[in-house]
């Protein structure tokens, strides 16, 4: 009875000593909270921020990328999640496998001309990772469109449903939107691998 009070002892000792190895570590990036402004007239300049860990090691680079058509006409942004030593919209981190429809990172003036909560996705899209291990959220906070002359795109008389609507299809003038990006409860390899989910 003992020796059997002594073992479960040691077992209850390991696992405070492994929960307080893992608390002690903390999480794996750092929170980050931003204020996006994001205009036509500015948009080769766009906003990005690195995500670090706790120790300020760059780990991911969260930014915002302009959509053209053709004759520079701004038809929206992507926020784009990649590696810092992995960048390039196809290395998106946000966007999941096999799935090229609407997504909550594209901001599309198209989808956001009748408005932010008329839009697919809403006012607050969630984003999870979690082979990164975070959650992106964005809160659309005001949106301006237009439309403006601008050039047909060859081949575009192969796709009907855009022929049609392309003469009245707007451009994004200006965007505002807050973001914070938190780690996941869990962290990486705590659940099946996805790349995001809305």
């Known amino acids: 009875m003992i020796l059997r009070h002594l073992r479960l002892g040691r077992y209850a000792l390991a696992a405070l000593l492994v929960g307080a190895e893992v608390w ?42 302009p959509d053209y058509a053709i004759g520079h006409y701004l038809v929206g942004a992507m926020l784009v999640l990649t590696k810092v030593d992995q960048r390039g919209e196809e290395y998106n981190l946000l966007s999941p496998e096999n799935d090229f429809g609407m997504q909550p990172y594209v901001l599309n003036a198209l989808d ?9 996705f809403g006012r607050i899209r969630k984003m999870t990772v979690r082979e990164a291990g975070l959650v992106v959220t964005v809160t659309l906070k005001g949106v301006r469109v237009s439309v403006a002359p601008h050039r047909t795109p060859p081949g575009i008389s192969r796709f009907p449903e855009i022929a049609k609507i392309w003469p ?10 807050d973001v914070r990006v938190e780690p996941l409860v869990g962290g990486p390899g705590s659940l099946p691998a996805h790349r995001a989910t809305p």
Do not use: N
Request: aromatic share 10%; with cysteine; glycine share 6%.
């Open 112 to 120: 956001l001309r009748a408005g932010i909560d008329k839009s697919m």
């Open 168 to 177: 009245t299809y707007p451009q994004l003038d200006e965007l505002r939107f």
């Open 24 to 65: 002690a570590e903390g999480p794996v990036i750092m929170p980050i909270s931003s204020r996006v402004c994001f205009s036509r007239t500015d948009a080769e300049h766009p906003w990005k921020e690195y995500i670090t860990t706790p120790g300020g090691k760059p780990l991911y680079v969260l930014e915002l990328v």
